[in-house]
């Protein structure tokens, strides 16, 4: 392979991953992009909600438990941080600046405790 085509192919090949990497990265099942404070307020009710509950209403969480047996599940949407890492996409892109944030408290018996839902411009 010529050395033009072979760099052509390697350029083509890195705004492809930078197309694919610069996508929105999420968890849960796909309701935080539309959530709203009215709508947490209606799905996420602090003494009555369960953890039941809340993977019904949002899917799978990232969680972090206490050793006094309270946990905190956490929902994200944001951009990919390995856009920060590639040279001239993150130029235009940064993970910093475009953030979705639900992010739930629960008690030792399961039943949410408190909520909050940041967000950044995306």
């Given amino acids: 392979m010529k050395r033009g085509t072979h760099l052509a192919a390697l ?3 890195a705004a492809v991953l930078a197309a694919a990497l610069s996508g929105c990265a999420s968890s849960g099942n796909g309701k935080l992009p539309a959530l ?3 709508l947490a307020a209606q799905e996420i009710i602090p003494g ?3 953890r039941a509950d809340i993977e019904a209403a949002f899917g799978k969480a990232a969680i972090t438990s206490y050793a006094d047996g309270h946990e905190v599940w956490l929902y ?3 951009m990919a941080k ?3 890492s590639l040279p001239y996409v993150n130029l235009v892109l940064s993970s910093a600046d475009n953030k979705k944030e639900l992010s739930i408290l629960f008690n030792r018996a399961g039943v949410v405790k408190k909520y909050q839902l940041m ?3 995306l």
Wanted: aromatic share 0%.
């Fill in 11 to 13: 350029m083509a090949l």
């Fill in 36 to 38: 709203t404070p009215a």
């Fill in 48 to 50: 009555k909600s369960t």
């Fill in 76 to 78: 994200q949407l944001g």
């Fill in 82 to 84: 390995l856009v920060d």
């Fill in 119 to 121: 967000e950044a411009p």
